[in-house]
């Protein structure tokens, strides 16, 4: 079973921020908080990774709570080409993902 | 840097043959972990090499088997192939075993159908 809950799917218009909620009541100390994106027929594509509080990279922002049940990952004016499948991955070092369905990102013109 | 390379992208075969993918890691990277992604179930996890030893194995069955090279390059192997076998296969390397916060990259799959 995926460790994660998060959205099946979304909507969004051009130009908006998006922000996608996953779920982790039972995070480990040693898990970190992972985020793929994935385009149809590609391999899943590293988009930002935390522990704990914020991580801001050129493409998204990470928020994590003080508990660390939960994070949230902001995509910043998004586009066309920002529709894509988005996994929320909680996992150690040593220990391989386990999926789950992940978030269908729409964005409409 | 080059990424992780899976050859080949496409493939057809048909029931009951078998068939051998191949994944190249980035250089450096030591492990090599094998996913196979069907719209019904997902992307599932199905083994881990490092150092050329299995690590980490799903709940694949036999059928499924794979290596991995003093070089780190790896194979997965599927033999008498069934319908259910058509999937996507990603493989994703990494320079420990399984994740690392340095980096786990996957390669861009192979498109295996069987008909």
């Known amino acids: 079973l995926a460790k994660t809950t998060q959205p099946i799917s979304m909507d969004s218009y051009e130009g908006q921020e998006v922000n996608i909620t996953c779920s982790h009541n039972n995070i480990a100390t040693n898990d970190y908080i992972t985020w793929y994106q994935q385009f149809p027929s590609q391999g899943p594509r590293f988009i930002i990774q935390?522990?704990?509080t914020k991580v801001t990279n050129e493409v998204a922002s990470l928020f994590i709570p003080a508990d660390r049940k939960s994070s949230t990952l902001s995509l910043p004016r998004v586009s066309l080409s920002d529709t894509a499948v988005y996994y929320c991955l909680v996992v150690a070092p040593g220990q391989n993902f386990v999926f789950g369905p992940g978030t269908r990102l729409s964005v409409l013109p | 840097k080059a990424g992780v390379t899976q050859t080949p992208r496409y493939l057809i075969k048909t029931r009951g043959q078998q068939v051998t993918l191949s994944c190249s890691p980035i250089s450096g990277h030591r492990s090599v972990s094998w996913y196979q992604q069907t719209p019904g179930q997902g992307l599932q996890f199905l083994f881990e090499y490092f150092s050329e030893t299995q690590r980490n194995k799903g709940n694949f069955p036999g059928r499924f088997s794979g290596r991995q090279f003093s070089n780190s390059r790896s194979e997965m192997n599927v033999s008498t192939l069934e319908l259910g076998d058509s999937a996507l296969y990603l493989c994703?390397?990494?320079?420990?075993?399984?994740?690392?916060?340095?980096?786990?990259?996957f390669g861009s799959g192979t498109r295996l159908t069987v008909v």
């Open positions: 935390g522990y704990k």
């Open positions: 994703a390397s990494s320079l420990r075993t399984g994740w690392t916060n340095y980096g786990y990259t």
